[in-house]
């Protein structure tokens, strides 16, 4: 289910609708103090995609990176 919402690609991703450039799960344990975010009960889950919090981020600039082939051009 996870990997049909992410992974939006090709010449076309422009007009792909309902589809997600990155997804991000996130499981916190609030029984502890303070919270503590579990990415290891989101990994075991879902090995693939990655899902986790920690590379969000990351993964969406390198979206836009390999979307933006000409960015080196502007700089």
């Not at 879902?46 to 082939?69: C, G, H, K, Q």
Request: zero cysteines; glycine letters at 6%.
């Amino acid at each position: 289910m996870y990997a049909a919402v992410t992974g939006r690609s090709g010449p076309g991703y422009k007009s792909a609708r309902g589809i997600f450039d990155q997804f991000a799960y996130m499981v916190v344990d609030f029984e502890e103090t303070p919270p503590r975010l579990r990415d290891d009960v989101v990994r075991a889950t879902v090995p693939a995609p990655d899902l986790s919090i920690d590379t969000f981020v990351e993964r969406m600039i390198a979206t836009f990176n390999a979307r933006t082939l000409f960015w080196d051009v502007f700089e």
